[in-house]
């Protein structure tokens, strides 16, 4: 299996502008998580889906951060407009629906707002 | 809610010393407890786990114990190498269906030859 797959690996942006985020779960996971690390703040979980569907979001932290599951196979983290703010390495993760499974993390998408 | 509290970091250590990282968690339920390392640009990967009280979760030489009366998971390895430098998270999952996984702040050990 080729693991959680995100890109781009590393994304610079100028405030202001649309930023996506993209993730590739492994097969036949059915929870999918987005996680953003900073330094200051560790690891935050910002939104999970369940079978496609969002099940928490309060960890999103405006109405600039949104996050879609069109499919078991794809999904994304958009954030409109970005800010220097958002500057972080943004991690997707998946599992499977069952007691004690742990969760698998892609390498991340840097993300870099001047 | 659901806490983790680990030791802060940095750790720093010389090769074939012995490594203990404390970990304590507040849970409402009987949680299943992990360990994930970080290595330098990567995701988080799992690198033990303990699903009830008195399991021992071990994998490449690190071993924790799942401790209900003291409510910890502390992570020991005997020996460390260079190659274990990297940031260590514990973390919990509660019981019940939707995995939601709680993680401490991470604590960063460094190696040295």
């Known amino acids: 299996d080729a693991g959680v797959i995100q890109s781009p690996r590393h994304e610079v942006t100028e405030m202001g502008q649309e930023v996506t985020l993209r993730c590739k779960p492994i097969s036949g996971h059915d929870y999918l998580f987005w996680y953003r690390q900073t330094m200051m703040r560790g690891l935050e979980l910002l939104i999970y889906?369940?079978?496609?569907?969002?099940?928490?979001d309060s960890g999103m932290p405006e109405d600039r951060f949104s996050a879609k599951m069109p499919n078991a196979s794809f999904s994304t983290l958009k954030i409109q407009p970005s800010e220097p703010r958002d500057s972080a390495v943004y991690f997707c993760?998946?599992?499977?629906?069952?007691?004690?499974?742990?969760?698998?993390f892609g390498n991340g998408t840097r993300l870099t707002v001047t | 809610g659901d806490s983790v509290t680990q030791m802060e970091g940095p750790v720093t250590l010389s090769e074939e010393a012995f490594l203990t990282i404390n970990c304590t968690y507040t849970a409402t339920g009987y949680p299943s407890l992990f360990w994930y390392v970080q290595y330098p640009g990567e995701g988080l990967q799992l690198l033990l786990k303990a699903t009830k009280a008195d399991d021992k979760g071990s994998n490449k030489g690190f071993e924790a114990t799942y401790r209900k009366e003291t409510t910890s998971f502390h992570l020991e390895k005997g020996s460390v190498q260079v190659s274990d430098s990297a940031v260590y998270f514990c973390?919990?999952?509660?019981?019940?269906?939707?995995?939601?996984?709680?993680f401490g702040t991470g604590t960063k050990l460094q190696v040295i030859p």
């Open positions: 973390a919990l999952s509660e019981p019940g269906g939707y995995q939601k996984v709680t």
């Open positions: 993760a998946s599992s499977f629906n069952r007691d004690n499974s742990p969760l698998h």
């Open positions: 889906f369940n079978n496609n569907v969002p099940i928490d």
